[in-house]
């Protein structure tokens, strides 16, 4: 795994939430850098800014679905037919384990969608697994790259 520095968008509005997200991603690991958005009008804020400037772009978005002022299926669609970040790793990662908001999500292209556990320890468990999932992903996709250059 590398160990360089990723940036990670985080769009929770729960306060406890995010502070638990950011302690495990933290724990499990500190390269992470999290920029915490707290509502639907910030990240579409954010996706409106990362087109027209040179700003960073993150490596993967969590994103929770129950958002005030947007929800996030509105901050998916925009993400996902948004130049820059259309191609970003988009997780849906929220306490409604409904079928419908399920199937939306994953119709809209997030790459995953995660139920948030109750309890603390299965928090972190989970948010080790989605991040190391994704930086194994990125690994392998640097890699094909890397042969299709080769060849």
């Not at 639907?40 to 990362?50: C, F, K, N, S, V």
């Not at 994103?63 to 299926?73: A, E, V, W």
């Not at 908001?101 to 989970?126: C, F, Q, T, W």
Request: glycine content about 4%.
């Amino acid at each position: 795994m590398s160990n360089e520095e990723k940036n990670l968008l985080l769009v929770e509005d729960s306060d406890d939430h995010a502070e638990l997200t950011e302690f495990y991603i933290k724990d499990c690991c500190p390269a992470i850098h999290v920029n915490r958005l707290r509502d639907g009008a910030e990240a579409m804020a954010y996706i409106e800014q990362a087109n027209s400037t040179e700003q960073a772009l993150p490596w993967l978005v969590l994103l929770d679905l129950k958002l005030p002022k947007y929800d996030g299926h509105e901050v998916l669609a925009r993400m996902k037919c948004s130049g820059k970040l259309a191609k970003i790793p988009v997780v849906i990662f929220s306490t409604s384990n409904s079928s419908k908001d399920i199937e939306r999500a994953l119709n809209s292209h997030a790459n995953s969608y995660i139920v948030k556990p109750m309890e603390a320890d299965g928090y972190g468990a989970v948010i080790s697994e989605i991040i190391h999932y994704w930086q194994l992903n990125e690994h392998h996709h640097l890699l094909c790259e890397q042969r299709h250059a080769d060849a």
